[in-house]
């Protein structure tokens, strides 16, 4: 796996990310579906984006992004989740239950032996799936990203 450090992560955020195709459906079942695409920066380094929606559950909805290594590893680097579970961060000993939540890699938690995106916050940022992709958008530099036509999902 890439070494995982703090300013490799903060400089991973920053870059700017231009997509590189538009969404594609990778999932179409009853209980939800789900789509990705990718992004490069200008470094030519290159990211999955994802999201994810339950069609029973309105709080089950993830949207997320992750690094396409040059090791060929992928890295999570951020997953915005839905209010429909509870979370707890095992090195913090902290815990929260059914509130919107934002994991993040860290690399604390890499180092743990943990899924490197395994700390969350929750936060109150968003409250739907649309939500979510403009706080990863935001947090995470992308652009000229659209919505997923026919999902409902507003950007």
């Known amino acids: 796996m890439a ?10 955020k920053a870059t700017r990310k231009t997509p590189t195709g538009r969404w594609k459906e990778s999932t179409k079942a009853k209980s939800h579906w789900q789509a990705e695409m990718q992004a490069e920066d200008a470094d030519g380094n290159l990211f999955r ?4 929606q339950n069609s029973v559950l309105s709080d089950n909805f993830s949207c997320g992004i992750v690094w396409l290594a ?7 680097l951020a997953r915005y989740n839905g209010a429909d579970h509870a979370h707890s961060n095992p090195i913090e000993g902290s815990e929260f ?7 993040v890699t860290t690399e604390r ?4 032996g943990s899924k490197p995106d395994k700390y ?5 940022r968003y409250v739907t799936l649309g939500g979510a992709l403009r706080a990863m958008i935001e947090d995470y530099n992308i652009s000229e990203l ?10």
């Open 146 to 155: 659209e919505a997923l036509p026919g999902q409902g999902c507003l950007i």
């Open 70 to 76: 040059r090791d060929g590893t992928s890295v999570p």
């Open 109 to 112: 938690y890499a180092s743990f």
């Open 120 to 124: 969350a916050v929750e936060t109150d």
């Open 49 to 52: 984006l994802y999201q994810r």
């Open 3 to 12: 070494n995982i450090t703090d300013e490799l992560l903060r400089d991973l």
């Open 97 to 103: 239950s059914f509130v919107c939540h934002i994991h």
